[in-house]
């Protein structure tokens, strides 16, 4: 017959051990008047450890140990705040602050970037604008040109015409030695015919979108 | 019951929209208050056409308007808009120097072409009033192209250039207002008309430019005073024109409009552009106007000297400047302006018909 090992009896006594070990130790411990003996004296030995432990040794002050250790854990944290960032700050707030700060200077990167490329006119109307609009007097160059970008516009005694896209608005005489015809600056062309019979003058003219 | 029928069959055949196709018609739509009405409209003429990969509308409406209103009407503008067609463009017919009592009709016809791709959707060809003004000078409109500047310009300049003309019939009588007609008339042929292309922003051209100074006719009735203008210049080309104005009247201009003639390296003047702007300005004060734009010629005409003279201003109350006859007289203008549309008109009338039927149209009025 082989024995358990003492070790293992220990561990079966306290009820301890994989469940396969105690199930075979416990089968052995049945048949073994020997090692039930050495299980008895581990058990008597457990039982008399746990009740020496429970009791409170002699001139111990719970409540003031207590109130010492708490004291100590104060001090602790107090110390901590002084040589260190303890306890330890939320750092959200601040993350949320670089965010808008970033987002903050991209909007003016592009900004920059826009009006940079803007043409003249355009930012010189913007800004003309922005000068009515709080009321300052408008000292920039006047230029009241209208836009309709990649269009051209041609007079000529033949027609007048603005072509943009492909895409074209004319007004074609009938008789083009009898037609006057003038461009505005303001983007128009304009066509004059005086009706031969009646006598009637009409003027034709074709824009830039205004 | 034969005839009727034979009546409607009539009708039908007469219908000038039959042959037209009803996406290309224009749309008349003329506010209700409207001191003029549509009495008929014919778009006979109107029509589609495919031109490549695109397609071209011929676009004819002989419009019979007539006077509701209580007050003559002096001229009157329509506005055409193609918005679809032509990206956003728009067009104009002005009918000046007209004398339309209350309850008379008058003729105005629009004529236009119209070129799209094929792909775009048919887009509605809208007819709308811009403008009348009265024989008092007064204007009913939305005036969305500046047609009451336009229009009171016209009609100062007619009534200039009626009174000239009545004036030269009583001092001198028919035959001086015969010679003055014939010299006109002289004038007119031997002004040449010359094409001219304009585009914003920047050119393509990339010859080598140089700075163009404006000489300045110097009208001393003008209550403003162009005093330094630049261009720049390439070849055929003439970029960014800057001004600089300064009103000396002691009322504040609204607006003010530069003539500009074009003088090429053969001593050929050309009457090419007007620049007009919107100015504010104060008694006293001193503006610049500048355009970011570029005028192309003809490739023949070399641009080598620019002369600018006042053609109009407008006052912030309504009244507007035109320059006299005796200003007109100036050599410079003289040779390259046109006449204003009240002259055409009477030269038409004194070719077509004779001495008497407008020595009988200066007493009409």
């Known amino acids: 017959m082989t024995h358990p090992r003492v070790s293992e009896l220990a561990l079966y006594a306290g009820g301890d051990g994989g469940r396969f070990p105690r199930w075979r130790i416990a089968r052995h411990v049945r048949k073994c008047g020997a090692c039930r003996a050495e299980v008895t004296a581990h058990r008597t030995a457990l039982d008399s450890l746990r009740e020496s432990l429970s009791a409170v040794p002699p001139g111990v002050n719970w409540d003031r140990l207590a109130e010492e250790m708490t004291g100590n854990i104060r001090v602790g944290l107090a110390a901590g705040e002084c040589v260190g960032d303890f306890p330890v700050r939320r750092r959200t707030p601040l993350l949320h602050w670089n965010i808008a700060a970033s987002v903050g200077m991209l909007a003016l990167l592009f900004i920059a970037a826009f009006l940079i490329n803007l043409p003249a006119p355009q930012s010189r109307r913007i800004a003309d604008t922005f000068r009515r609009l709080v009321g300052a007097q408008t000292s920039a160059p006047i230029s009241s040109i209208s836009s309709l970008p990649g269009a051209v516009l041609e007079a000529s005694p033949r027609q007048i015409e603005l072509r943009s896209n492909g895409t074209a608005l004319s007004v074609v005489p009938a008789n083009p030695s009898d037609v006057t015809v003038s461009v505005s600056l303001q983007g128009s062309a304009s066509a004059r015919v005086v009706d031969g019979d009646t006598g009637q003058v009409t003027i034709s003219r074709v824009y830039y979108a205004q | 019951m034969r005839s009727k029928l034979f009546a409607a069959a009539v009708g039908v055949l007469l219908l000038p929209g039959v042959a037209v196709q009803a996406g290309v018609l224009p749309r008349i739509d003329f506010p209700p208050d409207s001191p003029v009405a549509v009495l008929s409209s014919d778009p006979t003429g109107t029509a589609e056409s495919p031109r490549g990969g695109a397609v071209m509308v011929d676009l004819h409406d002989a419009l019979t308007l007539r006077n509701s209103g209580q007050r003559r009407i002096c001229g009157v503008t329509l506005m055409v808009i193609a918005q679809d067609i032509s990206a956003g463009g728009k ?256 030269m038409q009338i004194y070719r077509r018909k004779g001495l008497n039927a407008l020595v009988e149209e200066l007493k009409r009025f």
Request: a neutral charge.
């Open chain 2, 91 to 346: 067009a104009s017919v002005t009918v000046p120097s007209l004398n339309v009592a209350p309850g008379e009709a008058f003729p105005v016809r629009v004529d236009l072409r119209l070129l799209r791709p094929v792909q775009t959707a048919n887009g509605v060809v809208q007819i709308t009033l811009d403008g009348i003004l009265f024989d008092d000078l007064t204007f009913y409109g939305p005036d969305r192209l500046g047609s009451r500047h336009a229009l009171t310009v016209y009609e100062l300049e007619a009534r200039r250039d009626r009174k000239y003309f009545r004036n030269l019939l009583e001092a001198g009588g028919p035959e001086r207002l015969k010679r003055e007609m014939l010299t006109a008339m002289a004038r007119a042929a031997d002004r040449s008309g010359v094409a001219v292309q304009m585009v914003r922003g920047p050119s393509t051209n990339y010859e080598a430019e140089h700075e163009l100074q404006f000489s300045f006719v110097q009208l001393p009735d003008a209550p403003v005073e162009p005093d330094e203008g630049r261009v720049r210049v390439a070849a055929n080309e003439a970029r960014g024109p800057r001004l600089s104005i300064r009103n000396r009247s002691d009322r504040a201009v609204r607006s003010v409009e530069i003539g500009w003639i074009v003088q090429d390296r053969q001593g050929r003047e050309f009457l090419a552009e007007s620049l007009p702007a919107d100015l504010n300005l104060a008694p006293g004060q001193r503006r610049e106007i500048t355009q970011d734009a570029t005028l192309r010629f003809p490739r023949e005409i070399a641009v080598a000297g620019m002369t600018g003279y006042v053609s109009s201003v407008e006052f912030t109350d309504g009244h507007v400047w035109i320059p006299s006859r005796a200003a007109l007289a100036d050599p410079r203008l003289e040779k390259a302006l046109a006449p204003s549309p009240e002259q055409d008109r009477l």
